[in-house]
């Protein structure tokens, strides 16, 4: 842990939004993943550095399901933030939620967890300030985030022993 004083949860806190274009679909009218995945690490890029205050790198990306198809038209609501930090790692939690614009109705369509490295200037791993939990999703978020980072370097460690 560093000795910075802790940065608030609410302070990494990111909500974006997208309009799905025909561009964005496949031949199902529906998102393409890969889409969906790079406004979640963009989201969540903004929130390490909303954090962290210094360039970020993704290192990695957890297993994620999407869950609810999202179609040419509809809008993609996102929302991003820091949950735990290590030492030079944050993970950063995003809830994707899909929003059909004539009804109103709202999908929960997938949700991510992403590591960012910060990088000092001469592009190596720099310390973070820790993350202050105040109320008791974030407090949750950050005990979960722990546990998944334990599981990662578990995970790593079995792939490089
Ligand atoms: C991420 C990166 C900076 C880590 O560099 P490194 O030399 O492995 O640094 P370290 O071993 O000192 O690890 C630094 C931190 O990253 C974490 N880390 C490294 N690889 C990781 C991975 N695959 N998943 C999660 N965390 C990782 C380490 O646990 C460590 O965390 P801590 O300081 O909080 O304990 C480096 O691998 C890199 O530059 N990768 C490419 C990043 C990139 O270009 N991303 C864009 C998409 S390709």
């Not at 590591?115 to 999703?137: I, M, N, S």
């Amino acid at each position: 842990m560093s000795n910075v004083k802790p940065v608030p949860a609410s302070q990494s806190h990111v909500i974006m939004t997208e309009l799905v274009l025909p561009s964005h679909t496949n031949a199902l009218n529906s998102i393409f993943g890969g889409v969906l995945l790079s406004w979640i690490d963009i989201a969540a890029a903004i929130s390490a550095q909303r954090h962290s205050k210094m360039p970020v790198v993704t290192a990695s990306i957890d297993a994620m399901n999407f869950v609810a198809p999202v179609y040419k038209g509809w809008v993609v609501n996102l929302k991003a933030s820091v949950n735990f930090v290590s030492k030079t790692s944050m993970e950063v939690g995003v809830r994707v939620d899909a929003e059909n614009p004539i009804t109103g109705e709202c999908f929960h369509t997938a949700s991510a967890y992403l590591t960012f490295v910060a990088l000092d200037r001469d592009g190596r791993p720099a310390p973070v300030p820790p993350v202050l939990a105040e109320t008791e999703d974030q407090k949750r978020r950050q005990k979960a985030g722990e546990r998944r980072r334990q599981l990662r370097l578990q995970q790593r460690q079995e792939r490089n022993p």
